[in-house]
């Protein structure tokens, strides 16, 4: 069930984000098979060598390079969302902020440390003045706690604190790659969504990208200081593959 769905997922959430803040958020999609092209992964392992691949990867990840430019410029910040599917047994998101499932473990205190503030996606936001990483990452409006308030049930929240033993994806090399770890405004975070209840059905398609796209209005005004309304464009892009 891995990954499958999540394109007309993706344009289901891009819908959503419109029809609750009157602008669309860019959204880059790649429709090539995994066997043929992995755009998750580095040049070398994601293309193999064929120059077909590599030409497709450059461009996937200039259209990412080029619409958070032009966030940055608009806005000054922004927000990256890299879209999958699991097939975990535990039916709940997986969010990925660059951080273990042993670094989630830590204690509120021990996962504010700078250590783990600099190795993940959401370093920027992280540094605001103000903003403790914890909360950040698992508080009351994080994104993980927003869902949870939606119904969708998600690990790291405040309920679900750390996924423990359990399979998790932290979050792989395009969220490293375009998330504020290396540098940069733009944010981002890895959502995997689990299959039962979230891509089954084109009705729970619609329902969780509803939910996300109250999600974002909740979050951003906490973290990004910026509402999400008609008056103007959100400041995010999703990827998808």
Request: contains cysteine; charged residues 20%; negative net charge.
């Amino acid at each position: 069930m891995q990954d499958r769905n999540t394109l007309d997922l993706a344009l289901k959430i891009r819908d959503a984000v419109k029809a609750r803040t009157g602008q669309y958020p860019f959204i880059i999609l790649s429709r090539l098979h995994r066997t043929k092209l992995d755009p998750n992964r580095e040049i070398v392992e994601a293309a193999q060598g064929d120059p077909e691949a590599e030409r497709a990867w450059w461009e996937f990840q200039t259209f990412i390079d080029e619409a958070e430019a032009l966030v940055t410029e608009e806005y000054g910040e922004g927000l990256y969302i890299d879209l999958h599917g699991h097939g975990h047994p535990i039916d709940r998101l997986e969010l990925g902020y660059m951080l273990s499932a042993s670094d989630l473990a830590n204690t509120d205190q021990g996962l504010s440390g700078a250590t783990y503030v600099n190795k993940s996606s959401f370093r920027a936001l992280a540094q605001k003045p103000g903003v403790a990483f914890s909360d950040l990452i698992r508080g009351p409006s994080s994104l993980g706690s927003l869902f949870e308030a939606q119904g969708v049930p998600a690990v790291p929240s405040q309920n679900q604190p750390n996924p423990g033993n359990d399979p998790f994806f932290s979050g792989g090399y395009n969220t490293g790659r375009h998330g504020s770890r290396d540098g940069g405004t733009v944010s981002g975070v890895q959502i995997e969504c689990n299959y039962p209840g979230i891509r089954d059905t084109a009705a729970n398609r619609q329902a969780f990208a509803e939910a996300l796209a109250e999600v974002l209005e909740a979050f951003f005004p906490v973290y990004f200081d910026m509402e999400l309304t008609a008056a103007g464009q959100a400041p995010n892009q999703l990827r998808i593959r």
